[in-house]
């Protein structure tokens, strides 16, 4: 019995050491950790092979079609507008009083209705000459209309469509001129039956790759408020979800009339420059060549710049070198030098 039950213990022994050798020798040819989320976390990043000029956004395919410059109305009782969340670019600008007025690109994407839509200026002229548009208006004061007709800027004047249904359009929830709205889906033909090229290889402006927008520094200003005159008052506040600055003209959120959508502003540019009134009516002339201050704001910060004319096109500069954008909507705000930029821009 005891030579029996030492025998087994033996066995025991073995068996239990043969296991030991077993767990080491699986120990030693375990797999590598699996670290294929981290590696595809920091692949290098690959720009995309087509993006708009405008935008900086990715492409399906290269775009040769011209830009579109829309002058919209932004009087009280002209809010709130149609399209301008689809707008590239909007210029930002004081037409008389205290009434400001918008010059929207369009490019990476041309929405079926535009508006309302309002009359000429010259500096809105050349904004949309700068970025070699069509120039879309309705209306404009006898001199302007005989400059453009000489060709200052290829341009489409809804004056000459008022209402016909295929190019403008008058909608029965507004009063004139607040009414006038433009079917920008059909600008292209109407050019064409115009003689207007539409066909454009614009070049692009600078802007960040993905990973660069991370790495954005600047102060932090979740909220800035612009004062164009002192009933006439922009704002944005950073909406890190949207990953961009929802806007507000007078306190009212700016979103689109016909879906609610909140304009979403990727990139604020605010540029002081010299304001001059020029007549009775209060119509100014406003230097968009010489340069001055301003500020960026992007993904909550806000940075000091300087704002110059680079073919033709007003651009944010640091130490005189371009300043990258963040892929998006861009909105430009063009305000008088008195009282100064420091004092109607504020931010917390």
Aim: charged share 25%; proline share 3%; aromatic share 10%.
């Amino acid at each position: 019995m005891y030579k029996w039950l030492l025998t087994l213990g033996v066995a025991l022994l073995l068996v239990l050491s043969a296991c030991n050798g077993e767990d080491e020798e699986g120990l030693d040819e375990m797999p590598e950790e699996d670290n294929t989320e981290e590696e595809q976390t920091e692949e290098e990043y690959v720009e995309p092979e087509f993006t708009y000029p405008l935008t900086g956004e990715a492409a399906d395919q290269e775009l040769n079609r011209r830009a579109l410059a829309v002058q919209i109305n932004n009087h009280r009782t002209a809010r709130q507008q149609t399209g301008l969340i689809h707008a590239d670019i909007i210029y930002e600008f004081l037409a008389e009083g205290d009434i400001t007025r918008l010059v929207a690109l369009y490019h990476s994407h041309i929405p079926e209705v535009v508006g309302p839509v309002r009359s000429a200026r010259s500096y809105y002229i050349e904004t949309a000459k700068a970025h070699d548009a069509i120039y879309v208006y309705h209306g404009a004061a006898d001199f302007i209309e005989q400059d453009l007709r000489a060709g200052w800027v290829t341009n489409l004047n809804g004056a000459y469509y008022d209402d016909d249904q295929f190019f403008f359009k008058r909608v029965n929830f507004r009063n004139s001129p607040h009414n006038s709205y433009v079917m920008l889906e059909n600008a292209y033909e109407v050019a064409t039956r115009n003689n207007i090229e539409v066909e454009q290889d614009h070049d692009s402006l600078k802007f960040m790759s993905s990973p660069e927008v991370e790495d954005i520094t600047g102060e932090e200003a979740e909220s800035v408020d612009v004062s164009y005159a002192s009933n006439t008052n922009v704002s944005y506040e950073f909406d890190e979800n949207e990953g961009g600055y929802l806007r507000s003209s007078d306190g009212e959120q700016t979103v689109d009339y016909e879906t609610d959508e909140p304009v979403v502003v990727e990139n604020v540019l605010i540029y002081e420059t010299s304001h001059r009134v020029i007549d009775d009516e209060g119509r100014r002339d406003i230097d968009i060549q010489s340069g001055g201050d301003g500020y960026l704001l992007q993904q909550g910060t806000i940075k000091e710049i300087e704002w110059q004319t680079v073919n033709d096109i007003m651009v944010p500069t640091i130490d005189g070198e371009e300043v990258e954008l963040v892929p998006g909507q861009t909105w430009v705000n063009v305000v008088p030098q008195s009282p100064g930029l420091h004092e109607i821009v504020t931010y917390e």
